[in-house]
């Protein structure tokens, strides 16, 4: 049998090629449009909202106690464990021997919603909840203070 | 008289045609937004009323008043007239193009094409040719390195591909045996459409079609991982927006050019009244479109080397062989 000649061989590698190639570009097509016709996965933020995980720590808030005033006991515990130093407290005794936050601010510029506040406090009065819109336009009115911290807490279902 | 009604007739023609076009190149943005969008599973715009109809109306009154920069050092006359000439050229390929069979108003035969050019084709070619100007000239002016770069690439991409472009249609020309686009499409009524003669002159002459207006995967003048935006870099304001136009209405016009070609033009699967012939164009025409929208969302860019290859060692005798096997078949059928 003769040998296919050079120029044949590349003839057929080269028609060879061709239809493989053909065949790659159909297949990107292919799946292109499929693509289109799937349903877009995206959630249309302002009317649809993504659910956020279980243990989401968003912005923080206080806990009330029976007298619908804030469970803080003003222990300072939250103060001495927060990593970027971002609340500030300001103590106060009552006359029933309790202790209570006269101030109580957390920068939420500086606070890197690590939870730890939220560990450490032993009557868990400050807790992260899950609300993560939370924008302003001057930093001053980034910081949580206490009447801003109650008012954050979820509505009771 | 005659001559007034001549001139009333192309002014309105004239008008309408550039009204719809222009229209067309609007929303043709957001089609090709819309329809990369999806293709990527997610939905384009949809903020700017209903699912972002009015986006191209926004676009357009922020590009309008956007502030119109001209660099220090740019060639100022070239700069300005550049994307003139190259909306110019886009927009006067549509003056050939018959959009519709021939119907009888007031006594009048009236066709659906601005001007019934004997040589329709040549004209096209010529004026395709002639937006490269706008793109050359806008990266040579601009005083860029990067609108340098892509004016040079643009400049030997469009020129090796306009070859190839040329020759992929010498099949339609040998078949139907005529340069009037009219002409080409009228031997073209009744399923003897010329991409069932020239199925790979079809082929061929969408490659080159791509190369020729610069879309992916041939989009190497603006490829933006490395030219940062290419020969319209220093260009904003009105400006970017008609080279923006410019590259839309081409791609209009080659679409509509490929349907006069090899698709038929006006002639539909069933026939629709003379007035409404343009329906059928209209609907090829959008096919089109949607491939080379299509393909934008799929094919990577080449390399720039890998371009030049394909375009002068393959295309081009492919090309060359489409006419040889064209002519052999027809000497032997005796054409």
Redesign the interface.
């Known amino acids: 049998m003769r040998a296919m000649s050079k120029g044949t061989w590349w003839f057929i590698k080269g028609i060879g090629v061709l239809v493989a190639s053909v065949f790659a ?1 159909a297949k ?2 292919r ?3 499929a ?8 959630i ?1 933020y302002p009317e649809h909202k993504r659910e956020v995980a279980p243990r989401w720590r968003g912005v923080h808030y206080f806990e009330r106690n029976e007298r619908g005033d804030t469970c803080c006991v003003a222990c300072g515990l939250c103060v001495a464990i927060c990593p970027s130093q971002c609340i500030r407290l300001v103590a106060l005794e009552m006359d029933s021997g309790e202790r209570y936050p006269e101030i109580y601010e957390i920068n939420t510029v500086r606070c890197i919603y690590c939870g730890m506040c939220a560990e450490a406090c032993p009557v868990n009065a400050i807790k992260l909840g899950k609300g993560y819109e939370f924008v302003d336009y001057r930093r001053a009115d980034l910081v949580l203070d206490k009447g801003r911290l109650l008012a954050n807490a979820p509505k009771e279902v | 008289m005659e001559l007034v009604y001549f001139l009333i007739e192309t002014i309105v023609k004239v008008v309408a045609v550039f009204a719809v076009v222009m229209g067309m190149v609007a929303y043709l943005t957001l089609a090709e937004r819309k329809i990369l969008g999806y293709i990527q599973v997610r939905y384009g715009p949809n903020r700017v009323g209903p699912f972002g109809l009015f986006q191209p109306i926004a676009d357009g009154i922020k590009t309008f008043f956007k502030e119109d920069v001209v660099p220090a050092r740019a060639d100022q006359p070239l700069f300005v007239i550049a994307p003139m000439i190259s909306i110019t050229a886009a927009i006067a390929l549509f003056a050939v193009i018959p959009f519709g069979e021939q119907i009888e108003i007031f006594d009048r035969t009236v066709s659906f094409t601005i001007a019934n050019l004997d040589i329709g084709l040549l004209y096209v070619f010529a004026i395709a040719s002639l937006g490269e100007y706008g793109i050359v000239l806008a990266g040579w002016s601009s005083y860029n390195k990067y609108g340098l770069m892509g004016a040079l690439r643009a400049a030997a991409q469009m020129i090796s591909y306009e070859i190839a472009l040329a020759l992929s249609v010498m099949g339609v020309l040998m078949i139907s045996g005529t340069l009037n686009l009219g002409e080409i499409v009228q031997k073209q009524v009744g399923w003897n459409w010329n991409i069932l003669y020239q199925p790979f002159g079809f082929i061929f002459y969408i490659i080159c079609a791509l190369a020729e207006i610069n879309r992916t995967p041939f989009d190497m003048p603006e490829a933006e991982a490395e030219l940062a935006c290419g020969f319209n870099i220093e260009y904003s304001s009105m400006k970017f927006a008609l080279f923006f136009m410019a590259e839309y209405a081409h791609l209009i016009a080659v679409c509509a050019i490929a349907t006069t070609l090899f698709l038929g033009g006006w002639d539909g699967p069933f026939n629709l009244p003379p007035a409404l012939s343009w329906i059928w164009f209209a609907a090829k025409t959008a096919i089109l479109v949607y491939f080379f929208i299509w393909e934008r969302g799929t094919f990577p860019r080449l390399r720039y080397d890998q371009i030049m290859r394909f375009g002068w060692k393959f295309l081009l005798p492919l090309t060359l062989a489409n006419i040889f096997v064209t002519g052999l078949i027809m000497v032997v059928r005796g054409m």
Do not use: A
Request: positive net charge; contains cysteine.
């Open positions: 570009l990107g097509l799946l292109t449009l693509m289109f016709f799937s349903r877009p996965v995206t249309c």
